[in-house]
């Protein structure tokens, strides 16, 4: 999402009618679990966040978006008791405000369909604490429209009742039952027996097509086709686990079967690459991915000595985006002029190309090769008799820098400018993921760190170079297959 907002020029602050400010609470509604199906306005909330409360979200990828320095506090509840209560909820926002954070509330769907928002906008209110609302979208809506049933359709249904499963207090009166209209209802699983019995008792028919969808929207999706009158008991036989939905009406005929879970491809970077598309052309599936980062890259404060080595350097050699971010960020950071950048400027591969020209500074020099080999032959006339700098990351330029003495440069110097901090992020279930993606060797030698138990033998993973394949092989993928040929054809 970051990466299309900069390249489309959008800016979601538009969307606000105010810019979030310390000593205010925002709820923000996360969607159904998607990271796609949050919203620009709820991305450029939670990017001025200092702490964010969050709920048991059906995506952690979702909180890839909020600042490395925000504080996280894991307030979901969780089913049979546990977690934080809402007394406490309330009582934790109003104290993070009143100590002068800007607070993000992050709720899964929107923050006023089941998810008690207004009782903590009543709390904060009176308590004297600013708040603000952000939708989201339900996955009353959401859900369903994953799995291709609409809620309305003309002929089907002209309408449609929204109730939660969680108690039967939500079962609507009998007048509302009727065939034409479409009912849904949220975290059904628990009650479902006696949410079908009870449409049962209001009028619908036995044979009324029915549907549980568990999971929506995540990689983990699924759901179960059935009638209102079998529905809970083939529930109960295929184990459909929670949180699920259940759509009874005539368009729950409509659904489709779940996406195949061979759709998905494990992604261990940070964000999405912008390559991603060009990996995979159309001869291949269509696969979606899903964000489960090894590590997470963050820059020092201070530029230091670089400064003085940058601006002796005749060439900068960016291998990559983040080395660029980096720099740029230091050096605006330390008042420097992007102009006083003196040294031509060559980027190696698209990624670091686009990463300039965002920043308003044009490559003298672009390489797009699918080895460190073939990148040498192309930077060796710029390189030859010049001081030559390559930003990177800590230990991740040696690659590059091993060649730049056998293209005859008068000096190579290593600049790191970011750390790469290891990230214990959620396991995936690994049933539902056949591939793997990596862009580098540093990935690779992080994954089994992160997860010893991932069934290496099940797995392709696609890798980035010949080095990254390499890495992958010592690490134990028996199948590995190399996409630079598909991203520098």
């Avoid at 538009?14 to 306005?41: I, K, Q, S």
Wanted: charged residues 20%; aromatic residues 6%; hydrophobic residues 45%.
């Amino acid at each position: 999402m970051t990466d299309s907002i900069e390249k489309d020029g959008i800016d979601p602050a538009l969307l606000l009618r105010r810019t979030p400010a310390p000593g205010e609470v925002w709820l923000v509604g996360a969607g159904p679990g998607d990271p796609g199906l949050l919203t620009l306005a709820g991305w450029t909330v939670l990017r001025h966040a200092t702490a964010v409360l969050h709920d048991r979200l059906g995506c952690e990828e979702i909180l890839l978006h909020v600042p490395r320095e925000t504080m996280l506090v894991d307030a979901g509840k969780r089913h049979g008791g546990g977690g934080m209560t809402q007394e406490e909820i309330n009582h934790r926002l109003a104290e993070l405000a009143r100590e002068g954070h800007c607070v993000v509330r992050l709720k899964g769907g929107d923050p006023f369909v089941f998810g008690r928002g207004w009782e903590e906008v009543e709390y904060l209110r009176a308590a004297g604490v600013p708040c603000h609302a952000v939708p989201g979208i339900t996955s009353a809506v959401a859900g369903p429209a994953s799995f291709g049933v609409p809620l309305t359709h003309r002929g089907s249904s002209r309408g449609f009742v929204v109730a939660t499963g969680h108690t039967m207090e939500g079962i609507p009166a009998e007048e509302s039952a009727a065939a034409l209209l479409t009912h849904v209802y949220l975290m059904a699983v628990k009650n479902l027996e006696k949410i079908t019995g009870a449409l049962l008792a209001q009028g619908l028919l036995p044979d009324t097509p029915a549907v549980l969808i568990s999971q929506a929207s995540t990689y983990q999706q699924r759901s179960l086709r059935a009638t209102l009158g079998t529905i809970a008991a083939r529930a109960t036989e295929e184990a459909i686990p929670a949180p699920a939905i259940l759509v009874a009406g005539e368009t729950a005929g409509l659904a489709e079967d779940p996406a195949d879970p061979s759709d998905w491809i494990l992604v261990t970077a940070s964000r999405i690459p912008g390559w991603f598309d060009r990996a995979f052309p159309g001869a291949r599936p269509l696969w979606r991915p899903l964000q489960r980062p090894v590590f997470r890259e963050f820059v020092p404060a201070e530029l230091g000595d670089a400064a003085a080595l940058v601006r002796r350097s005749g060439l900068l050699a960016f291998h990559g985006s983040h080395p660029v971010r980096g720099l740029l960020a230091l050096w605006g950071a330390a008042g420097e002029d992007l102009r006083s950048l003196s040294p031509r400027l060559a980027a190696i591969g698209a990624e670091a190309a686009r990463a300039l020209r965002e920043a308003g500074l044009r490559p003298d020099i672009e390489i797009s090769a699918p080895s460190m080999e073939e990148v040498g032959e192309q930077l060796a006339p710029a390189a030859a008799g010049s001081i030559v700098t390559a930003p990177c990351g800590e230990g991740t330029g040696r690659s590059l820098l091993g060649l730049l003495p056998q293209l005859g440069a008068r000096e190579v110097h290593e600049l790191p400018l970011f750390h790469q901090e290891p990230l214990a992020p959620p396991e995936p279930s690994w049933e539902h993921i056949r591939r793997v993606l990596f862009s580098s060797p540093a990935g690779v030698r992080r994954f089994p760190q992160a997860w010893p138990a991932a069934p290496l033998d099940s797995l392709t993973a696609f890798c980035l170079g010949p080095a990254t394949c390499k890495a992958a092989h010592a690490a134990g993928f028996p199948h590995v297959e190399d996409v630079a040929p598909l991203v520098f054809p």
